[in-house]
Structures are given as structure tokens and as C-alpha cells.
T-cell receptor, first 114, second 111 residues
Framework: DTGVSQDPRHKITKRGQNVTFRCDPI?????LYWYRQTLGQGPEFLTY????????KSRLLSDRFSAERPKGSFSTLEIQRTEQGDSAMYLC????????????FGPGTRLLVL | GQNIDQPTEMTATEGAIVQINCTYQ??????LFWYQQHAGEAPTFLSY????GLEEKGRFSSFLSRSKGYSYLLLKELQMKDSASYLC????????????FGKGTKLSVIP
């Protein structure tokens, strides 16, 4: 059973550097989501793809953030000019187009910006 | 706006029953999810309610009242491994596929 995978699991970077995270969804899922979670909070929605099309973006997604899903399979999330406030767990989830739309989450990438 | 409220922390004894409440006020409603999240790990799906009533799944049950904007997760025969955060999330639908999460309830199970 192959679930959602994310890489890397941990990333430490210095303020001002760029970072890129990868997410591989469950293979038959055509919907992919990115969320951000900080300590003591629930996940907050960032963006959503259906196949390769980015259909929804949160106001949380500043212009330093960009996400792609070029072939409708894996996705990347890039943060440019990182700030200390970007330190968080970045979670990826995928779902199949059904009435229930259950989202299944990957293990996350924990980012620490020094 | 979207507002989802859950208690921040709860403590219960091994073998007991615990009920975790969630109230929500959202601009739309197309279903409510409960997820379990152990520290440092990803949320894992527990249950989904879209109609009023109780859904039972083994030791876990979830209840929904749409008219009251209220749900609860019931955990029976608590085990130490149930110590985790429990997240309530609303799927608003209407063209948006994002989940709106509460802050989570941290449950500690003690011997």
C-alpha cells in the first residue's frame, strides 16, 4: 500500500535561502493539496491541484511561495527568500474524485529557518 | 468566515470512554472529518459525517448535528496509544476543496 510520500522529511535553512519540497500522491488520486501546520494549530490550507491545474490558492500563499504539478503526478512547493515565520510543518494530501473526498496526508516536511 | 472550536486538552483513563466535541460555523457545509495526529506525524483519517446521526467504526464513533453545527468523536475502551491530537475539519464544498481544521484536541490517556 503506497501512501502519500514527501521529501525531504526535515529541512534546516538560513533566512533568505530558497527551499523546494516534493510530494508524491497516492497513484490513482487526481487531487493534491498543500497545507501548513505550526505548533498547537491545525493544518492551514495553502493550495490545491486537480491534475496539473492549480485551482485554488489561499491568501496565506504569498508571492514567495509557488507550487507546481507539471504532469499531474508529483508536486513541488518552493519558498523563495525564506523567513523565520516560514518555519512549520508542510503537509501534502491527496484525494480521489468521489462524493466523500477524503484527503490522505503524507508524513510532512518539517522546515526550520534560522 | 470559518470558525471551528474544540477543547485544547483532555485527559482520560485507560479503558474509559471519552467524548471530544467540535462546534463549527462555516460559510458552507458538505461534510465533517475527524483525523488523529500523533506528535510529529501526519494526520490520519478516522471518520466522515455528512448526514445527521452517529457513525460507528470499531472503538471510534462520530456524531453530527448539522442544525446545531456540532459534532463529537467518541473513543471507547481507551488505550495508551490513543494519546494524540484529534482534529475536527469541515469540508465546505461549493467549489472549494480545502478542509478547514480546528486547532485540535490533545488527548492524554493515563494508566
Amino acid at each position: 500500500d503506497t501512501g502519500v510520500s514527501q521529501d525531504p522529511r526535515h529541512k534546516i535553512t538560513k533566512r533568505g535561502q530558497n527551499v523546494t519540497f516534493r510530494c508524491d500522491p497516492i497513484s490513482e488520486h487526481n487531487r493534491l493539496y498543500w497545507y501548513r501546520q505550526t505548533l498547537g494549530q491545525g493544518p492551514e490550507f495553502l493550495t490545491y491541484f486537480q491534475n496539473e491545474a492549480q485551482l485554488e490558492k489561499s491568501r496565506l500563499l504569498s508571492d514567495r511561495f509557488s507550487a507546481e504539478r507539471p504532469k499531474g503526478s508529483f508536486s513541488t512547493l518552493e519558498i523563495q527568500r525564506t523567513e523565520q515565520g516560514d518555519s512549520a510543518m508542510y503537509l501534502c494530501a491527496s484525494s480521489q474524485r468521489t462524493e466523500q473526498e477524503t484527503q490522505y496526508f503524507g508524513p510532512g516536511t518539517r522546515l526550520l529557518v534560522l | 468566515g470559518q470558525n471551528i472550536d474544540q477543547p485544547t486538552e483532555m485527559t482520560a483513563t485507560e479503558g474509559a470512554i471519552v467524548q471530544i466535541n467540535c462546534t463549527y460555523q462555516t460559510s458552507g457545509f458538505n461534510g465533517l472529518f475527524w483525523y488523529q495526529q500523533h506528535a510529529g506525524e501526519a494526520p490520519t483519517f478516522l471518520s466522515y459525517n455528512v448526514l445527521d446521526g452517529l457513525e460507528e467504526k470499531g472503538r471510534f464513533s462520530s456524531f453530527l448535528s448539522r442544525s446545531k453545527g456540532y459534532s463529537y468523536l467518541l473513543l471507547k475502551e481507551l488505550q495508551m496509544k490513543d494519546s494524540a491530537s484529534y482534529l475536527c475539519a469541515v469540508y465546505s464544498g461549493a467549489g472549494s476543496y480545502q478542509l478547514t481544521f480546528g486547532k485540535g484536541t490533545k488527548l492524554s490517556v493515563i494508566p
